[in-house]
């Protein structure tokens, strides 16, 4: 089991390592395992340009052996990439303030004072 969480670990190093290189800002990486029956792994960046946008959503759908489906790529706004157990998403700066789902995964990711909740 600790084998298959190294080599999802090392593909979301890949994958940032990918971003960095095609100078993605803002690069967040969301850990669901336990929290999401539907991936383990949500990574978000934003790229300068649609070209940008495009480069980085290539580059990464290349070094992915597993993806399943790649939306948005003509756009090149928000580009979603569905690699099974990751969900990467490479957006412009508009559509990241525009769909906030920074917002969404901290508020799941928070550890929130469960007394006030319970």
């Known amino acids: 089991m600790s084998e298959i969480n190294n080599s999802y670990e090392k593909q979301v190093q890949e994958i940032i390592a990918i971003m960095e290189d095609k100078k993605a800002q803002d690069i967040k990486v969301y850990d669901m395992r336990g ?14 340009s649609s070209r940008n946008i495009e480069a980085i959503a290539t580059d990464i759908k290349k070094s992915l052996d597993n993806v399943r489906n790649v939306e948005g790529l003509d756009e090149a706004n928000w580009v979603l990439i569905d690699a099974g157990d990751m969900v990467i998403s490479v957006f412009s700066k508009d559509a990241r303030d525009y769909y906030r789902l920074d917002d969404f995964y901290n508020g799941v990711n928070a550890e929130e004072n469960k007394e006030e909740i319970e």
């Open 35 to 48: 929290k999401s029956p539907f991936f383990d792994y949500s990574i978000l960046c934003t790229g300068s």
